[in-house]
């Protein structure tokens, strides 16, 4: 194993607005900054939808002030091709809806009030990713 | 009004977060999980890093009574390690390691003008209606009691 691209302060920042934001929603409104709950409650729409749709919306704000703000966009480099973009995000939506949360919900607000579920899932969803991308990357794609 | 505001802002600082932390990118996440291959450990430090100010944060909100902007927390309780939790969270691990990309990443990356980021979100928003639409708790057979 050698360790490749580690960007630790960035990383480290970046978590730490994160967290900033999670504790905020939670102070403001009084909600868990879940992503998958947040968007899964739009689909269907109901009554709070106003504030599941601004936050996304924010969301997207965010990306588009990190461009504003250094004139170019972030490092990104995504290699799966189109049916394993479909077939992922067809797992990772209704996987998250069905486990109540993914990495912001379970993994940082979960972790974070020392949640047994939410370090139940982290363990597993890291766990089975790895165990894919192994797959993927090692038996498969060597 | 004020709550919707709030959470624009919310959402805004977390997209910000997200795109600095480098978490948009799927190269990053799945190197992260690559343990056998080219490690990049970022990801952990992410999660560090919003594990201490949410750790620090998450506290201090509930000493008051209710939220600043809305009537009360709304903060999950269940405690129970039960089937669903673990198959969902399977199901996103997949996902999640094929693709390289996580809910929140894939909507903050709809700023950035990529295809695959349409496709996968689009994807995943479908992936989470056929759970809404089929699951008995929360789809439509039955009207939500508000």
Redo the contacts between chains.
């Keep these: 194993m050698e360790i490749v691209n580690f960007t630790p302060i960035p990383a480290l920042i970046g978590g730490l607005i994160i967290g900033l934001a999670a504790t905020l929603l939670m102070w403001l409104n009084g909600r868990i900054a879940g992503i998958s709950g947040i968007l899964g409650g739009l689909l269907p729409p109901g009554s709070d939808a106003p504030w599941r749709l601004a936050f996304v919306a924010g969301l997207v704000c965010g990306g588009l002030a990190y461009v504003l703000v250094t004139g170019g966009l972030p490092a990104i480099v995504s290699t799966a091709s189109t049916p394993m973009l479909i077939f992922g995000g067809l797992l990772v939506g209704y996987g998250t809806r069905m486990g109540s949360g993914c990495t912001s919900g379970h993994g940082v607000c979960g972790i974070g009030r020392l949640s047994p579920r939410g370090m139940v899932s982290t363990v597993i969803y890291i766990g089975v990713a790895a165990i894919t991308v192994f797959i993927t990357q090692h038996v498969l794609g060597a | 009004m004020k709550?919707?505001?709030?959470?624009?802002?919310?959402?805004?600082?977390?997209?910000?977060?997200?795109?600095?932390?480098?978490?948009?990118?799927?190269?990053?996440?799945?190197?992260f999980?690559?343990?056998?291959?080219?490690?990049?450990?970022?990801?952990?430090?992410?999660?560090?890093?919003?594990?201490?100010?949410?750790?620090i944060?998450?506290p201090?909100?509930q000493r008051?009574a209710?939220?600043?902007?809305?009537?009360?927390?709304?903060?999950?309780t269940?405690?129970?390690?039960d089937p669903?939790?673990?198959?969902?969270?399977?199901?996103?691990?997949?996902?999640?390691?094929?693709?390289?990309?996580?809910?929140?990443p894939?909507?903050?990356?709809?700023?950035?003008g990529?295809t695959?980021?349409y496709?996968?979100?689009?994807?995943?928003?479908?992936?989470?209606?056929?759970?809404?639409?089929t699951?008995a708790k929360g789809g439509?057979a039955t009207p939500?009691a508000?």
Excluded: H, Y
Excluded at chain 2, 119 to 133: C, K, R, V
């Design positions: 709550t919707t505001i709030a959470a624009w802002i919310c959402g805004l600082v977390f997209g910000i977060g997200l795109t600095i932390s480098g978490m948009t990118n799927p190269e990053k996440i799945i190197r999980v690559d343990f056998t291959g080219q490690w990049d450990p970022s990801l952990a430090f992410v999660m560090v890093g919003a594990l201490i100010m949410f750790g944060g998450f201090l909100t008051s209710k939220p600043l902007l809305a009537q009360a927390f709304q903060v999950p269940r405690r129970d390690i669903k939790l673990i198959g969902g969270a399977a199901l996103f691990g997949v996902g999640w390691g094929l693709s390289g990309i996580c809910p929140g894939s909507i903050t990356a709809l700023a950035f990529l695959n980021f496709i996968f979100f689009a994807a995943m928003a479908l992936g989470s209606l056929i759970f809404g639409m699951s439509t939500a508000a």
